[in-house]
Protein backbone atom coordinates (compact mmCIF):
# COMPACT_ATOMS: atom_id res chain seq x y z
CA UNK A 1 0.00 0.00 0.00
CA UNK A 2 2.83 2.58 1.01
CA UNK A 3 4.64 1.58 -2.29
CA UNK A 4 1.46 2.44 -4.59
CA UNK A 5 0.79 5.32 -2.45
CA UNK A 6 4.42 7.14 -3.07
CA UNK A 7 4.14 5.73 -6.92
CA UNK A 8 1.06 7.84 -7.16
CA UNK A 9 2.36 10.87 -5.82
CA UNK A 10 5.68 10.55 -7.67
CA UNK A 11 3.23 10.76 -10.87
CA UNK A 12 1.42 12.73 -9.69
CA UNK A 13 3.76 15.54 -9.03
CA UNK A 14 5.35 14.76 -12.07
CA UNK A 15 2.40 15.34 -14.19
CA UNK A 16 2.20 18.68 -12.34
CA UNK A 17 5.82 19.31 -12.91
CA UNK A 18 5.17 19.33 -16.90
CA UNK A 19 5.69 22.57 -18.69
CA UNK A 20 3.43 23.59 -20.66
CA UNK A 21 4.22 23.83 -24.63
CA UNK A 22 4.28 27.21 -26.29
CA UNK A 23 2.65 28.23 -29.08
CA UNK A 24 3.42 30.43 -31.37
CA UNK A 25 1.74 32.68 -33.87
CA UNK A 26 2.82 32.38 -37.52
CA UNK A 27 5.01 35.29 -38.49
CA UNK A 28 7.92 37.30 -38.23
CA UNK A 29 9.91 37.24 -35.17
CA UNK A 30 13.32 39.36 -33.87
CA UNK A 31 16.30 37.01 -32.80
CA UNK A 32 16.82 37.90 -29.82
CA UNK A 33 20.35 36.31 -29.40
CA UNK A 34 23.00 34.60 -31.75
CA UNK A 35 21.15 31.34 -32.39
CA UNK A 36 17.48 30.92 -33.97
CA UNK A 37 15.63 29.68 -31.18
CA UNK A 38 15.45 32.62 -29.05
CA UNK A 39 12.89 34.45 -30.30
CA UNK A 40 11.29 37.47 -29.09
CA UNK A 41 7.83 36.31 -27.27
CA UNK A 42 5.73 38.44 -29.75
CA UNK A 43 6.06 38.24 -33.60
CA UNK A 44 6.67 42.05 -34.60
CA UNK A 45 4.22 40.86 -38.58
CA UNK A 46 2.19 38.20 -38.38
CA UNK A 47 0.81 36.08 -41.67
CA UNK A 48 -2.45 38.27 -41.41
CA UNK A 49 -0.49 40.74 -42.32
CA UNK A 50 0.81 39.54 -46.06
CA UNK A 51 -0.48 41.46 -48.56
CA UNK A 52 -0.24 38.61 -51.41
CA UNK A 53 2.04 35.89 -51.39
CA UNK A 54 3.92 33.83 -54.73
CA UNK A 55 5.38 30.22 -54.90
CA UNK A 56 8.26 30.60 -57.12
CA UNK A 57 11.70 28.72 -58.27
CA UNK A 58 15.38 30.66 -56.98
CA UNK A 59 18.14 30.75 -59.63
CA UNK A 60 19.36 27.29 -58.03
CA UNK A 61 15.60 25.79 -58.59
CA UNK A 62 14.79 25.80 -55.22
CA UNK A 63 11.20 26.44 -54.51
CA UNK A 64 10.55 30.01 -52.37
CA UNK A 65 7.93 31.98 -50.83
CA UNK A 66 7.86 35.32 -51.98
CA UNK A 67 5.72 38.29 -50.75
CA UNK A 68 4.26 41.84 -49.84
CA UNK A 69 3.21 43.18 -46.60
CA UNK A 70 -0.46 44.88 -46.32
CA UNK A 71 0.33 48.63 -47.42
CA UNK A 72 0.09 49.67 -43.89
CA UNK A 73 2.26 47.34 -42.63
CA UNK A 74 5.28 48.61 -44.45
CA UNK A 75 6.34 50.80 -41.63
CA UNK A 76 6.62 48.31 -39.16
CA UNK A 77 8.49 46.44 -41.23
CA UNK A 78 10.88 48.83 -42.62
CA UNK A 79 11.50 49.55 -38.47
CA UNK A 80 11.86 45.72 -37.80
CA UNK A 81 14.10 45.63 -40.44
CA UNK A 82 16.56 48.79 -39.68
CA UNK A 83 16.10 47.53 -36.37
CA UNK A 84 17.94 44.25 -36.95
CA UNK A 85 20.98 45.37 -39.75
CA UNK A 86 23.30 42.73 -39.05
CA UNK A 87 21.37 40.74 -37.03
CA UNK A 88 18.32 37.60 -37.71
CA UNK A 89 15.05 37.51 -37.79
CA UNK A 90 12.85 34.18 -38.27
CA UNK A 91 9.53 33.08 -40.21
CA UNK A 92 7.85 30.55 -37.98
CA UNK A 93 4.89 28.70 -39.14
CA UNK A 94 3.18 26.14 -37.19
CA UNK A 95 5.63 26.80 -34.09
CA UNK A 96 8.53 25.93 -36.28
CA UNK A 97 11.60 28.52 -37.60
CA UNK A 98 11.22 27.97 -41.42
CA UNK A 99 13.83 30.80 -41.98
CA UNK A 100 16.20 32.90 -40.24
CA UNK A 101 17.45 35.73 -42.71
CA UNK A 102 20.38 37.50 -41.85
CA UNK A 103 19.25 41.23 -42.15
CA UNK A 104 21.95 43.09 -44.49
CA UNK A 105 20.24 46.45 -45.07
CA UNK A 106 16.80 47.88 -44.14
CA UNK A 107 14.12 46.49 -46.42
CA UNK A 108 11.96 49.18 -47.93
CA UNK A 109 9.59 47.45 -50.08
CA UNK A 110 7.57 45.23 -48.02
CA UNK A 111 8.66 42.43 -49.45
CA UNK A 112 10.03 39.43 -48.56
CA UNK A 113 10.82 35.95 -49.33
CA UNK A 114 10.73 32.77 -47.06
CA UNK A 115 13.60 30.03 -48.82
CA UNK A 116 14.24 26.86 -47.86
CA UNK A 117 17.41 26.16 -45.84
CA UNK A 118 16.56 23.12 -43.95
CA UNK A 119 14.23 21.05 -46.37
CA UNK A 120 10.89 22.12 -45.33
CA UNK A 121 8.13 21.67 -47.80
CA UNK A 122 7.79 25.04 -49.17
CA UNK A 123 5.32 23.98 -51.63
CA UNK A 124 3.04 22.23 -48.98
CA UNK A 125 3.72 25.09 -46.58
CA UNK A 126 2.56 27.82 -49.35
CA UNK A 127 -0.71 25.60 -49.51
CA UNK A 128 -1.37 25.91 -46.23
CA UNK A 129 -1.35 29.84 -45.84
CA UNK A 130 -2.99 30.07 -49.45
CA UNK A 131 -5.90 28.05 -47.73
CA UNK A 132 -6.32 29.20 -44.60
CA UNK A 133 -5.42 32.98 -44.90
CA UNK A 134 -6.95 33.63 -49.04
CA UNK A 135 -4.39 35.58 -49.59
CA UNK A 136 -5.31 35.79 -53.61
CA UNK A 137 -9.08 36.91 -52.96
CA UNK A 138 -8.20 39.52 -50.25
CA UNK A 139 -6.05 40.92 -52.77
CA UNK A 140 -8.39 40.50 -55.50
CA UNK A 141 -11.38 42.42 -54.50
CA UNK A 142 -8.83 45.51 -53.16
Same mark, same amino acid.
Given at each position: ?7 ? #????? !? ?9 ? !??? =?? &???? *? !? ?15 ? /? ?6 ? #? ?9 ? *?????? =? ?5 ? /???? &????? #?????? !? ?8 ? /???? *? ?15 ? *??? &?? &? ?7
Amino acid at each position: MKISTILF #FCLLM !TACMQTKSFHR !TNG =WY &YVTS *Q !TTDSLSQTPFLTVMDFD /SLRLETDA #FGHSVITGVFL *QDKLPI =WREATTK /SVGK &YIAFV #FNDTVI !TAPQVNSPIE /SGCF *QISNPHGYDLERIFREL *QKK &YS &YDKRHINK
